[in-house]
């Protein structure tokens, strides 16, 4: 290898260990998906008003959601991955909040001072989909509502973007209102939250799905740093790219001159630090 290349792939390699960066995620309620009942199926979680427990390791896993991450299910609405704080607090907030999980990655499909020891959480494995589901009481009117949210494990593909959903069976009830005393979204501790709404009537309804997707995927084209095209922008891109550089494999030509050289690496580099 020339010594300008090393120079390149050193540059490179200082980008890979900072940890790159992940693709751009959004709310979109334009996609198919539907409720799967799992209240007769599914693991209780024996949860009471305001509570939050550990409930299982994340069994599953895809460019937002680490495989093993402790899930944390909160009463109030929402889980936590990992979080730096269990509690998910009674009065919700933007996004991001230190009140919802510390500001840990966390999806809050109806955030809310909501429930009490009436009504059942339950969660179960299906397949490469986990769902988590609550049928819980509003206060102070009592009225049962349900809403679920599914997580989708696997390597995103040009066909299959969708990280999570939000999937509302019963929501628009007195006191639910469709998300009149909710935030609905996703946060991250180190990435820039995405909100659905906040205390927002109507801003979900009966059959209402929400999807939080990897933009470039559902808009057709993969980001071209995302070089193992999984949907995620980290140092496995840098490693496949850098193999294929060194090697002169043709898909390394990411300017398609018919070279790989420099430019393409400049190219990756490039894309590579700004997560596109």
């Known amino acids: 290898m020339n010594a300008k ?3 390149r792939l050193g540059v490179g390699l200082a980008l890979a260990l900072a940890g790159g960066a992940v693709a751009q995620v959004a709310f979109v309620n334009n996609l198919p998906g539907a409720f799967t009942d799992i209240s007769g199926t599914g693991t209780f979680v024996d949860l009471g008003d305001e509570d939050e427990a550990f409930a299982f390791l994340l069994p599953i896993s895809n460019g937002l959601f680490p495989l093993g991450s402790s899930v944390i299910i909160g009463n109030n609405g929402g889980i936590g991955f990992s979080p730096p704080s269990t509690n998910l607090g009674p009065v919700p907030a933007p ?6 999980f510390g500001a840990g990655k966390s999806l809050l499909p109806y955030w809310a001072d909501i429930g009490n020891h009436v009504g059942s959480i339950h969660w179960q494995q299906i397949g490469q989909t986990v769902i988590v589901q609550w049928t ?3 206060k102070p009117s009592g009225f049962f509502g349900t809403f679920q949210l599914k997580i989708f494990g696997g390597i995103l593909g040009p066909e299959e973007c969708i990280y999570a959903q939000f999937i509302y069976q019963d929501i628009q009830g007195p006191n639910w209102q469709g998300g009149a005393n909710a935030c609905i979204g996703y946060q991250d501790e180190l990435l820039a939250s995405v909100q659905w709404s906040f205390n927002t ?3 979900v309804s009966n059959g209402t799905v929400l999807s939080l997707v990897n933009v470039d995927c559902l808009n057709g084209h993969m980001c ?3 070089y193992n095209h999984d949907g995620f922008v980290n140092g496995d891109d840098y490693d496949a790219f850098a193999l294929d550089f060194e ?5 390394a030509d990411l300017n398609d001159d018919g070279f790989v050289n420099g430019d393409d690496f400049d190219f990756f580099a490039s894309h590579f630090e700004s997560g596109c």
């Not at 996004?95 to 919802?100: D, F, G, K, T, V």
């Open 5 to 7: 290349i090393a120079q």
């Open 95 to 100: 996004l991001p909040s230190l009140a919802a």
């Open 136 to 138: 819980k009481p509003a």
């Open 201 to 203: 009537p109507g801003a």
């Open 224 to 226: 071209p740093a995302d």
């Open 247 to 251: 090697g002169g494999a043709l898909g």
